[in-house]
Nanobody, 126 residues
Framework: VQLQASGGGLVQAGGSLRLSCAAS????????MGWFRQAPGKEREFVAA????????SYADSVKGRFTISNDNAKNTVYLQMNSLKPEDTAVYSCAVAQRYLIVSVMPRPEAYDYWGQGTLVTVSS
């Protein structure tokens, strides 16, 4: 599976961005796709994930109510709509795919994911 993330950029606080992650190489219809981020000098942290079948989602508390993850089965693409962005959202955002069924409580664990895409930088200015 190859993952291509895009959509990052520079935005002012309070603004919005939409990230995309396109998967190719094999079907992802039974997978879980997730977004993680890593800010300079900090550890990677979970942002959001969606189960391809059923659409069950999981969000980090820090982004609940501001970010929305969705998937387009026909395009094998996952989106992360980010609204009300804050300077603390500044990070490199990466998408990942898990090749197994994950219960919601496991979705935030990076070790549960099998493939990772390159990151896309999101910078939120104050």
């Amino acid at each position: 599976v190859q993952l291509q993330a895009s959509g990052g950029g520079l935005v002012q606080a309070g603004g919005s961005l939409r990230l995309s992650c396109a998967a190719s190489g094999r079907t992802v219809s039974s997978y879980v796709m997730g977004w993680f981020r890593q800010a300079p000098g900090k550890e990677r942290e979970f942002v959001a994930a969606v189960r391809w079948r059923g659409g069950h989602t999981s969000y980090a508390d820090s982004v609940k109510g501001r970010f929305t993850i969705s998937n387009d089965n026909a395009k094998n693409t996952v989106y992360l709509q980010m609204n009300s962005l804050k300077p603390e959202d500044t990070a490199v955002y990466s998408c990942a795919v898990a090749q197994r069924y994950l219960i919601v409580s496991v979705m935030p664990r990076p070790e549960a994911y099998d493939y990772w895409g390159q990151g896309t930088l999101v910078t939120v200015s104050s």
